[in-house]
């Protein structure tokens, strides 16, 4: 399966906003910890698969 990297960070930042945005209208405050945890997932999860695209990639080439 082929990920677009920027397609990908651009919907988990898009997520972010709305989990953010849904978590101040029920629970009536801002999260900055719950942001910040958010924000670092979004970020490891491409960081993970613009890694295993790099392998899948280097693998082929060899």
């Known amino acids: 399966m082929k990920y677009s990297l ?4 651009i ?5 972010i906003l709305i989990v953010t945005f849904a978590e101040y209208l ?5 999260s900055t910890r719950g942001l910040i945890i958010s ?3 979004v970020l ?7 890694i295993f695209q790099y392998q899948k990639k280097v693998k082929k080439s060899d």
Do not use: S
């Open 44 to 50: 490891l999860i491409y960081l993970a698969i613009f």
């Open 26 to 30: 029920f629970y009536g405050e801002f």
């Open 11 to 15: 919907g988990g930042f898009v997520g």
């Open 6 to 9: 920027g397609n990908l960070l």
């Open 39 to 41: 924000i670092f997932t």
